[in-house]
């Protein structure tokens, strides 16, 4: 909304030859830069990033197919996110990408789930040599 709090807006109403200035720059990494700035799109590539990574992790673990299931799926809706994020769709969390933000959520679930396994079966491992 950085755009209806400048003098923009009035620019930008009589090149459309509209009534109404749009609300946001129909591109979320753009929204981002001009809502909060440099110090906002940072935090905000890191969790997509991360979200990213996380997904491709659990895509590429073949030890139950949960972990490829829900990775797959957090892979599919993250690339959207972040494709659709050049067309018109926000970043921020609202209403139409609701069921996006609950799949970062089951992904975020299972990738810890997983952590907790790792560090369960850790414990009667026998060492390797050089590690631990």
Same mark, same amino acid.
């Given at each position: 909304?950085? @755009? ?15 009534a109404d200035c749009?609300? /946001?720059? /129909?591109?979320?990494?753009?929204? *981002? ?10 935090? @905000?590539? *890191? ?11 659990? %895509? ?6 949960? =972990? ?9 809706? *993250? ?22 933000? %609950? ?8 990738? *810890? ?17 050089? =590690?631990?």
């Open positions: 909304l950085g @755009i209806l709090r400048t003098p923009a807006q009035e620019e930008v109403r009589l090149r459309m030859g509209q749009p609300t /946001h720059p /129909h591109n979320a990494y753009l929204e *981002v830069l001009l809502d909060g700035g440099l110090l906002s799109a940072i935090p @905000i590539a *890191v969790i997509f990033l991360s979200l990213f990574y996380m997904a491709v992790s659990l %895509c590429r673990d073949r030890r139950d197919v949960l =972990f490829r299931g829900v990775g797959g799926v957090l892979l599919a809706t *993250v690339s959207a996110l972040l494709v659709m994020g050049m067309s018109g769709q926000t970043f921020f969390p609202k209403e139409n990408a609701q069921m996006a933000w %609950c799949i970062f959520g089951i992904g975020l679930r299972v990738w *810890v789930d997983r952590a907790k396994l790792d560090s369960r079966f850790m414990k009667f491992a026998p060492p390797i040599a050089g =590690f631990r």
